[in-house]
């Protein structure tokens, strides 16, 4: 059986010859896809289904929205690979960026989220799911990535206890905002990337992670630039959903080996469930 390797070279030799001369750079791995890098452009292996609703959307926002997204070249669903161009900038996830280039960050994400959550959501009716309203969904499975993670376990009972009402309404979210997807060079936000779980989703899905993420003044400039919480119940549920993020993205951090994660998770939860 060809490894993701294997089916992203052999996808360039098919469809872009030129790159196939390049070394191919490991990106990481997701929980669902493999990503390289080559000569500017970025290759994703995963599920063709979900590469090709991939790039559909990005079609569809790349042009509306304030900041840059991934710039889909091809979609190869026989080997279930895409490919994209790269863009500039670093992940900010285990990075000090300093407090004004967070605020300049928040500001900016705060304005593209204002209008990706207008886009009509008939606009993208098949090409992205639903996403449950009720934040008690977040909670399914996090039992077993969090056993004898010292005190995850109670911070999950203390949510369990403490579930917000559900979303009035859904619009469409990218849905895993994290400081991993967010890219930033020379003081501002340079993309938003990974757009693989996009949904029509409970708008305050793509406040959570960045309130997880950012410090509380880049948070509030997000917010002022999205034009406030949009609902009346919103905030509650954005810090319920940045917990559940957080107890994610220790269990995930620690399975995996990747203390980047874990580190701001814990540093996350000190924030959002202090005592």
């Known amino acids: 059986m060809p490894s993701p390797r294997d089916l992203a070279e052999a996808a360039l030799r098919e469809h872009l010859p030129a790159l196939a001369r390049g070394p191919l750079r490991p990106l990481g ?9 080559v000569a500017g452009h970025v290759l994703r292996v995963g599920d063709p289904g979900g590469l090709l609703r991939e ?13 840059a997204v991934p710039e889909p ?15 500039p900038g670093a992940p900010l996830l285990g990075r000090a960026v300093g407090p004004r280039v967070a605020v300049a960050v928040g500001t900016a994400l705060g304005r593209a989220l204002r209008v990706l959550h207008a886009v009509p959501p008939g606009e993208v009716t098949g090409t992205v799911p639903e996403e449950d309203l009720d934040p008690a969904a977040r909670l399914e499975g ?15 009972d203390r949510l369990r206890a403490a579930v917000p009402s559900p979303a009035p309404r859904r619009v ?11 890219l930033e060079a020379g003081g501002r936000l340079t993309g938003v990337v990974d757009w693989g779980d996009a949904a029509l989703a409970d708008p305050a899905l793509d406040l959570a992670r960045p309130c997880r993420d950012l410090d509380p003044p880049a948070f509030r400039a997000l917010l002022d630039a999205y034009g406030g919480p949009p609902d009346d119940g ?11 993020a957080a107890l994610e993205d220790l269990a995930h951090g620690t399975a995996t080996g ?10 996350a939860l000190a924030r959002l469930l202090p005592g």
């Open 55 to 67: 790039d559909r959307l990005l079609r569809l926002v790349g042009p509306r929205l304030p900041v």
């Open 29 to 37: 791995q997701g929980l669902d896809h493999s990503a390289y890098e």
């Open 73 to 87: 070249v091809l979609v190869d669903t026989a080997r279930g690979v895409g490919v994209q161009r790269l863009l």
């Open 234 to 244: 919103a905030l509650a549920r954005v810090r319920f959903l940045a917990a559940c």
């Open 142 to 156: 996090l039992d077993e990535g969090l056993a004898g993670l010292g005190a995850a376990p109670a911070l999950l």
């Open 258 to 267: 990747q203390p980047a994660y874990a580190t701001a998770a814990r540093r």
């Open 172 to 182: 469409l979210a990218h849905a895993d905002l994290g400081a991993e997807h967010l």
